[in-house]
C-alpha cells in the first residue's frame, strides 16, 4: 500500500519538498537577513520578473551561453573526430590539448580581456576557449571506438562520405556529443557568469555581483532559483525527448 | 542482368604486423587461382588458415598485399556482395532501412518485400537488429548481400549459427536466387559437406602461410544436389584418394 507512492516521481517530488521544508525551518530558526525564508525570495522573484530585470538580465545570459556552446560544440566535435581519427594529428596535439585543459578558466578569462579589450566577442571567445578542450577530448574518444566492422560494411557497400556520416558514424558519436552537451552546459554556466561578472555591464554575472555588494541574499537567491529552473527546463524539453529518440532501437 | 565477370585473384605476398610485436606475420603466399563467370567456388580450409583475409582483400577492404585481383570488366567498378561472419547491421537502422541503404536504385524496394517475403522476415521490416536472433540477423545479411544485385557475392561461413532446418532453406534461397540471376560466388565454408552441396568447384586452402592445396570441380548434377547419399559418396571418395585434402580436415 505504502510502497505504491514509492516510485521515482513521488521519491523525487517527495525529497524536493523535505529539502523545501527544512530550508524554511533553518531560516525560520536563524531569522537572519542572510537567510531569507523561500516565501521571500519567492516574493523578490516575483518582483524581478514583473520590473522585467530578472528577465533582461538572463536573457542576456542565455543568449551569451547558446552562442558560445555552439562555436565551442562544433569547433570540438570537428576537431575531436579529426584527432580521433588521425593517430599523428593526435600525437602532435596532444601536449596542446593538456595545456589548454589544465589553464585556469579565470586566466583564460583575464587574458582575453587584457588581449581583446572589454568586449562582447572577447567575453565569448574566453567561453570557448575554455570549452572546447572538453568537447574534444570527449569527442576524440567517441571517435577512436567506432565500429571497425560497421565501417567496412559501409565502404563494401559503397556508402560514400555522407551516407557513411549519417547512418553509421554519428549514430556511434551521438551518446557522447549527449554527454559533453549536459557537461557542457553546466560548466560554461559557472564560466559565463565570472566572464559577465569581470567584464560585461549587463547579465547574471553582473547582476550578481551588484546585489552582492549591497548584501542582498534574497536576490542573488532569487536569480539561483530563476537559472535552476531554465536549466530543468532545458532539461526535460530539449536534451530527454532526444535521449529518448536516439534510445528506441536499444532492447 | 550482371554482366560478365571473371575475377582473376593473384596475391604474392600478404603480412600482417601486429601493434605490440614488429615482427611480420606471413598470411597468403603465392596463392592464384580465378573464379570464372557465374561459377559457384566454395574455398575450403582450416579455419584461422586466412580465409576471411582473402574475402576481405577481394572486397577490397584491405589493399595491404603484394599482387593483384583482376576483374575482366574494367570499366565498372562490380557491385560487390559481402555477407560477414557477423551480421554486420547497423542496431540504429530497422531491418528495412538497413537493407535500403546498400541500394543505389529506389526501384529494387520491391525486391527487398520479395526478398523478406522469401526469407519469412517480412513482418519483421519494421524493427530493430536488437530485437532479432542471431540466425535472423544473418538471413537479413544475406538479403542486404542479395539486395545489390551482386556480380560477385562473398559469403564468408554465412549459416555458421543456423540450425539445421534453416539453414537447409536459406541454402535453398540461396540457390535458386543464383540460379535466377547468375553471378559468381566465393563461399567459404569449412564444412566439407555443404561444400560439396553447393559448389560448382572446391577450392582446399592451407594453413597458414594460405596457399592453395587443390581445386577440385565437382561433376555432380544441380538436380541431385538433395540426395545426401550423392554428397557422402563423393565426399569419402574425395577423403581417400586425396591424401593432402584429409590431412586438412
Not at chain 1, 542576456?60 to 558560445?68: H, K, N
Not at chain 1, 532559483?225 to 536499444?250: C, G, H, S, T, Y
Not at chain 2, 521490416?125 to 545489390?148: K, N, Q, T, W
Request: glycine fraction near 4%.
Amino acid at each position: 500500500m505504502f510502497s505504491k507512492f514509492l516510485t521515482s516521481q513521488y521519491l523525487g517530488f517527495i525529497s524536493l519538498i523535505l529539502f523545501l521544508l527544512s530550508w524554511y525551518g533553518l531560516a525560520t530558526l536563524l531569522n537572519q537577513h542572510t537567510l531569507p525564508s523561500p516565501v521571500i525570495v519567492l516574493k523578490v522573484l516575483k518582483q524581478e520578473i514583473i520590473s522585467g530585470e530578472l528577465p533582461y538580465h538572463l536573457g542576456i545570459t542565455l543568449l551569451r551561453l547558446i552562442i558560445s556552446f555552439s562555436i565551442a560544440m562544433l569547433i570540438g566535435c570537428s576537431i575531436g573526430i579529426l584527432l580521433g581519427r588521425h593517430q599523428k594529428l593526435d600525437y602532435f596535439l596532444d601536449q596542446w590539448l593538456v595545456i589548454f585543459l589544465n589553464v585556469p578558466a579565470l586566466v583564460t578569462i583575464i587574458l582575453c580581456y587584457v588581449w581583446f579589450g572589454l568586449s562582447e566577442s572577447a567575453a565569448i571567445l574566453a567561453v570557448v576557449i575554455n570549452k572546447i578542450p572538453n568537447v574534444i577530448v570527449t569527442m576524440r574518444e567517441g571517435t577512436r571506438t567506432l565500429n571497425q566492422d560497421l565501417l567496412e560494411m559501409a565502404h563494401c557497400y559503397h556508402f560514400g562520405k555522407r551516407k557513411t556520416f549519417f547512418h553509421v558514424i554519428w549514430p556511434q558519436l551521438y551518446p557522447f556529443v549527449m554527454a559533453t552537451t549536459r557537461s557542457g552546459l553546466a560548466l560554461i554556466w559557472k564560466i559565463i557568469l565570472v566572464v559577465e561578472l569581470l567584464g560585461r555591464s549587463n547579465g547574471m554575472g553582473y547582476q550578481l555581483n551588484i546585489y552582492f555588494q549591497l548584501f542582498d541574499v534574497a536576490s542573488i537567491l532569487a536569480y539561483t532559483v530563476a537559472f535552476i529552473v531554465i536549466i530543468q527546463l532545458i532539461e526535460m524539453l530539449i536534451l530527454k525527448p532526444f535521449d529518448k529518440n536516439a534510445k528506441k532501437w536499444r532492447r | 542482368m550482371a554482366t560478365m565477370m571473371d575475377i582473376l585473384i593473384d596475391i604474392k605476398h600478404k603480412a600482417y604486423q601486429t601493434q605490440s610485436s614488429s615482427r611480420k606475420n606471413i598470411v597468403i603466399k603465392d596463392l592464384k587461382f580465378s573464379l570464372n563467370n557465374q561459377e559457384f567456388v566454395c574455398l575450403v580450409g582450416p579455419s584461422g588458415c586466412g580465409k576471411t583475409t582473402l574475402l576481405n582483400t577481394i572486397a577490397g577492404l584491405d589493399s595491404n598485399f603484394q599482387g593483384k585481383i583482376a576483374l575482366e570488366n574494367k570499366n565498372t567498378t562490380p557491385n560487390i556482395g559481402y555477407v560477414f561472419q557477423n551480421p554486420r547491421l547497423l542496431p540504429w537502422r530497422t531491418i528495412r532501412e538497413n537493407i535500403e541503404l546498400v541500394l543505389t536504385s529506389p526501384q529494387s524496394t520491391d525486391m527487398v518485400d520479395t526478398l523478406l517475403e522469401a526469407m519469412q522476415l517480412k513482418h519483421l521490416a519494421d524493427s530493430y537488429p536488437e530485437h532479432l536472433s542471431l540466425g535472423m540477423s544473418r538471413r537479413i545479411s544475406i538479403i542486404r548481400a542479395f539486395a545489390v544485385n551482386p556480380d560477385i557475392l562473398l559469403m564468408d561461413e554465412p549459416f555458421v549459427s543456423l540450425d539445421a532446418p534453416n539453414a537447409r532453406q536459406v541454402r535453398k534461397l540461396l540457390l535458386s536466387l543464383w540460379q535466377q540471376r547468375p553471378h559468381s560466388i566465393l563461399f567459404v565454408t569449412h564444412d566439407l559437406r555443404e561444400a560439396i552441396t553447393l559448389a560448382d568447384k572446391l577450392v582446399f586452402l592451407s594453413k597458414s602461410p594460405m596457399k592453395i592445396v587443390s581445386e577440385i570441380n565437382i561433376p555432380i548434377a544441380r538436380e541431385d544436389r538433395e540426395n545426401e547419399a550423392l554428397i557422402e559418396d563423393f565426399r569419402q571418395h574425395l577423403i581417400s584418394n586425396h591424401p593432402d585434402i584429409k590431412a586438412l580436415l
